[in-house]
């Protein structure tokens, strides 16, 4: 399976600032790459779908422009939050489908993002 | 809009029990379903998946179930284990498009 990696596992930062999390894909290259959010005790949430190359696909109710998503290259997905508040904690997640052919997904060990 | 439905929310087991995890799903046409592990603050394991042209699959003390025609998939567990407790997630698939998912189910495993 595939091996995805993001960074940081864990930020603390202050409300208003930006904070940008990395996902990497350490061993296939990954034309697209998913977002997700989770909330204690919730389901994960798809944020976006990143495409290398190419704008991200926003889910409805997600600000474009508070999560910033750069997919530069095959093997590395940004997300950004930009002008962070508290209730942008969560735990953020990224995954990617493998190339297999039976779509299976592999996915990051997130990032806890809290913001106070 | 395509709904991943799990039951129960959450189960407390003595250990040795075998237990069942139920996941239901409105989408027939789905692909594929992967079942999940995630252990409290941290990422997602997979455990496993089964292609829609499959009935089941197994890992060790694993078994998952697939039956497309009633939109169900069960997770069966042998014999739990106290390192069993964790929240269960399915999830479906439908091409490379992102993951539907359940709310999960909370097991605790007593020793």
Partial sequence: G?????????????????????????????TTMFWYRQFPKQSLMLMATSNEGSK???????????????????????????????????????????????YEQYFGPGTRLTVT | KQEVTQIP??????????????????????YNLQWFRQDPGKGLTSLLLIQSSQREQTSGRL???????????????AASQPGDSATYLCARI?????????KGTRLSVIA
Avoid at chain 1, 3 to 21: E, F, L, M, R
């Fill in chain 2, 63 to 77: 078994n998952a179930s697939l039956d497309k025609s009633s939109g169900r998939s069960t997770l069966y567990i």
């Fill in chain 1, 2 to 30: 595939a091996v995805v990696s993001q960074h940081p596992s864990w930020v603390i930062c202050k409300s208003g600032t930006s904070v940008k999390i990395e996902c990497r894909s350490l061993d296939f290259q990954a």
């Fill in chain 1, 56 to 102: 991200a696909t926003y889910e409805q109710g997600v600000e474009k422009d508070k999560f910033l998503i750069n997919h530069a290259s095959l093997t590395l997905s940004t997300l950004t939050v930009t002008s962070a508040h508290p209730e942008d904690s969560s735990f953020y997640i990224c995954s990617l489908a493998g190339t297999s052919g039976n």
């Fill in chain 2, 94 to 102: 439908s091409g490379n498009t992102p993951l539907v998912f359940g």
């Fill in chain 2, 9 to 30: 929310a959450a189960l407390s087991v003595p250990e040795g029990e075998n237990l069942v995890l139920n996941c239901s799903f409105t989408d027939s046409a789905i």
